[in-house]
């Protein structure tokens, strides 16, 4: 079995010696695809409530025949299974290479536990090999790229929008060494709706797929 199929075996059987019945949100991405095919299914009778970050989840989970549940103000999610672009020592993260971080992040903080599943390649020691997705307000682009030049000489325009239907820039060439510094900093920006740091909403567990089974790191 591959890595992401092992991280994601890693989640299913965490969840499996949890007495139910317990809510779930579910990522968006290739791992978190694994957990939801391979092993959701199998706990479906421990489940109450499903929670979706994109409509590409959505999709999914209901060709499965899982019914999703709109995430309110008030909800509290049990567990959040999700994936990332980059798992840093620290465990902070880049997510939304998908471009769903902004719901991504909102499941994450009303989540109780957040377990986070990818591959050996997503370990890093400082975040920002991987480009840096940021979800603004199409009216303030110019001027939010034109802050963040100081970060780097290359920002990309995303050609497609979100499932917010908002605008996704790329800050490519990033060395992120203090995450929370610039996860805070990016989002006093005006017109920045969210960014892909997850230094605040860290996951609780990242469980790590290896080509034999998988390692857990805890925070």
Known sequence: MNQKYNSALGAFEI????????????????????????FLPN????????????????????????????????SIVDFYIDGADEVDKTLALIKGGGGAHTS??????????????????KIVSDLGEFPLPIEIQDSHKTQIIESLKNLTNKITVREYKSDLNNTIIDLHHLVIDNPDELEADILNIKGVIDVGIFAVDRPNIVIVGQDSGYRLIES
Do not use: M
Request: aromatic letters at 8%; one cysteine or more; a neutral charge.
């Open 15 to 38: 969840l499996s010696n949890v007495p139910g019945p317990f809510n779930i949100g579910i990522g968006t991405g290739s791992t978190t695809d694994f957990f939801t095919k391979e």
């Open 43 to 74: 706990i479906k009778n421990s489940l109450t409530d499903i929670y979706s970050s994109s409509i590409r989840t959505t999709n999914l989970l209901n060709e499965l025949g899982f019914v999703v549940k709109e995430l309110g103000e008030d």
């Open 104 to 121: 991504e992040k909102r499941i994450a903080k009303k989540a109780k536990k957040f377990i986070c599943i990818v591959d050996e390649t």
